[in-house]
Nanobody, 121 residues
Framework: QVQLQESGPGLVKPSQMLSLTCTVS??????????WNWIRQPPGKGLEWMGA???????YYSPSLKSRTFISRDTSKNQFSLQLSSVTPEDTAVYYC?????????????WGQGTQVTVSS
């Protein structure tokens, strides 16, 4: 059973960088065909895909967030991370990490429980 767990600060000041880590257990982030995604849900809104890192380490970003987003991984720790720069209150959301078992099919089979991030001074 694959498990994902998000971690990071719950409060970030405007203009600063949001940094989150997803720790994966029960499976490897280098397993063929897998892609590891960051998805968020602002209050009262739907899910928004932010970006992904594949099992080969290639990264893909939402066009609307590409200029502020960076996704990386640490294969030795079986973790992948999200950095979102220059945050504003509009970046307040529950942030999820999720696995797409076959990159490109946009089907997520395992999710973290989500972590609330609030952007406020």
């Amino acid at each position: 059973q694959v498990q994902l767990q998000e971690s990071g600060p719950g409060l970030v000041k405007p203009s600063q960088m949001l940094s989150l880590t997803c720790t994966v257990s029960g499976g490897s982030i280098t397993t063929s065909s897998n892609a590891w995604n960051w998805i968020r849900q602002p209050p009262g809104k739907g899910l928004e895909w932010m970006g992904a890192i594949t099992y080969l380490g290639s990264t893909y970003y939402s066009p609307s967030l590409k200029s502020r987003t960076f996704i990386s991984r640490d294969t030795s720790k079986n973790q992948f991370s999200l950095q979102l720069s220059s945050v504003t209150p509009e970046d307040t959301a529950v942030y999820y990490c999720a696995r797409d078992p076959n990159w490109g099919q946009v089907r997520y089979d395992y999710w973290g429980q989500g972590t609330q991030v609030t952007v406020s001074s």
